[in-house]
Protein backbone atom coordinates (compact mmCIF):
# COMPACT_ATOMS: atom_id res chain seq x y z
CA UNK A 1 0.00 0.00 0.00
CA UNK A 2 1.33 3.48 -0.95
CA UNK A 3 2.16 6.04 1.61
CA UNK A 4 -0.91 8.31 0.42
CA UNK A 5 -3.09 5.21 0.36
CA UNK A 6 -2.20 4.31 3.98
CA UNK A 7 -2.53 7.82 4.88
CA UNK A 8 -6.12 8.05 3.68
CA UNK A 9 -7.33 5.00 5.15
CA UNK A 10 -5.92 6.41 8.60
CA UNK A 11 -7.79 9.39 7.77
CA UNK A 12 -11.40 7.50 7.26
CA UNK A 13 -10.54 5.84 10.65
CA UNK A 14 -10.42 9.74 12.05
CA UNK A 15 -6.86 8.66 13.06
CA UNK A 16 -3.76 11.61 11.77
CA UNK A 17 -0.90 9.51 9.95
CA UNK A 18 2.58 9.69 10.94
CA UNK A 19 4.32 11.94 7.71
CA UNK A 20 7.79 12.63 6.35
CA UNK A 21 8.98 15.36 7.66
CA UNK A 22 7.96 17.22 4.76
CA UNK A 23 4.26 18.04 6.73
CA UNK A 24 4.13 17.68 10.34
CA UNK A 25 0.28 17.76 10.97
CA UNK A 26 0.50 17.47 15.17
CA UNK A 27 2.01 20.90 14.74
CA UNK A 28 0.11 22.17 12.26
CA UNK A 29 -3.23 21.23 14.52
CA UNK A 30 -1.45 22.68 17.18
CA UNK A 31 -1.36 25.96 15.53
CA UNK A 32 -4.49 26.02 14.11
CA UNK A 33 -5.92 25.24 17.60
CA UNK A 34 -3.60 28.32 18.99
CA UNK A 35 -5.89 30.42 17.31
CA UNK A 36 -9.40 29.58 17.48
CA UNK A 37 -10.13 26.82 15.38
CA UNK A 38 -12.13 23.68 16.77
CA UNK A 39 -10.04 20.46 17.68
CA UNK A 40 -12.39 18.86 14.57
CA UNK A 41 -11.41 21.15 12.40
CA UNK A 42 -8.32 21.17 12.69
CA UNK A 43 -7.68 17.73 12.31
CA UNK A 44 -10.11 17.71 9.37
CA UNK A 45 -7.69 20.64 7.77
CA UNK A 46 -4.46 18.67 8.76
CA UNK A 47 -5.76 15.22 6.87
CA UNK A 48 -7.11 16.94 3.36
CA UNK A 49 -3.21 18.90 3.88
CA UNK A 50 -1.47 15.78 4.75
CA UNK A 51 -3.18 14.06 1.49
CA UNK A 52 -2.55 16.89 -0.88
CA UNK A 53 1.37 17.15 0.43
CA UNK A 54 1.47 13.13 0.02
CA UNK A 55 -0.11 13.06 -3.11
CA UNK A 56 2.75 14.91 -4.95
CA UNK A 57 5.41 14.19 -2.40
CA UNK A 58 8.64 12.29 -4.44
CA UNK A 59 9.89 9.61 -2.11
CA UNK A 60 13.76 8.68 -2.27
CA UNK A 61 11.88 5.28 -3.12
CA UNK A 62 10.13 6.76 -5.76
CA UNK A 63 13.35 8.45 -7.56
CA UNK A 64 15.68 5.63 -6.99
CA UNK A 65 12.68 3.75 -9.41
CA UNK A 66 12.24 6.89 -11.90
CA UNK A 67 16.38 7.10 -12.08
CA UNK A 68 16.17 2.90 -13.08
CA UNK A 69 13.44 3.31 -15.30
CA UNK A 70 15.38 6.08 -17.09
CA UNK A 71 18.05 4.10 -17.65
CA UNK A 72 16.36 1.65 -19.10
CA UNK A 73 14.92 3.80 -21.32
CA UNK A 74 18.24 5.16 -22.51
CA UNK A 75 19.67 1.48 -22.64
CA UNK A 76 16.56 0.94 -25.42
CA UNK A 77 16.98 4.33 -27.20
CA UNK A 78 20.91 3.56 -27.64
CA UNK A 79 20.37 0.37 -28.97
CA UNK A 80 17.78 1.18 -31.11
CA UNK A 81 19.99 3.62 -32.63
CA UNK A 82 22.71 1.47 -32.91
CA UNK A 83 20.24 -1.21 -35.37
CA UNK A 84 19.44 1.63 -37.25
CA UNK A 85 22.69 3.40 -37.92
CA UNK A 86 23.74 -0.03 -38.51
CA UNK A 87 21.11 -0.65 -40.76
CA UNK A 88 21.79 2.37 -42.99
CA UNK A 89 25.64 1.76 -42.94
CA UNK A 90 24.80 -1.95 -44.70
CA UNK A 91 22.65 0.14 -47.41
CA UNK A 92 25.08 2.58 -47.92
CA UNK A 93 27.44 -0.14 -48.24
CA UNK A 94 25.84 -2.58 -50.69
CA UNK A 95 24.84 0.69 -52.91
CA UNK A 96 28.37 2.05 -53.09
CA UNK A 97 29.16 -1.53 -54.07
CA UNK A 98 26.59 -1.91 -56.59
CA UNK A 99 27.09 1.42 -57.85
CA UNK A 100 30.91 0.77 -59.05
CA UNK A 101 29.97 -2.18 -60.55
CA UNK A 102 27.75 -0.50 -62.64
CA UNK A 103 30.13 2.11 -63.62
Known amino acids: MFRAEAFRAGARRGKLAALPSAFDTLAYVRRLRSVGVSQEQAEADAEALSAAVL ?3 ATKQ ?18 RLTMRLGGMVGVSVATVAALTKLL
Not at 62 to 67: F, G, N, S
Open 62 to 79: DLRELALATKQDLRDLEF
Open 55 to 57: DTL
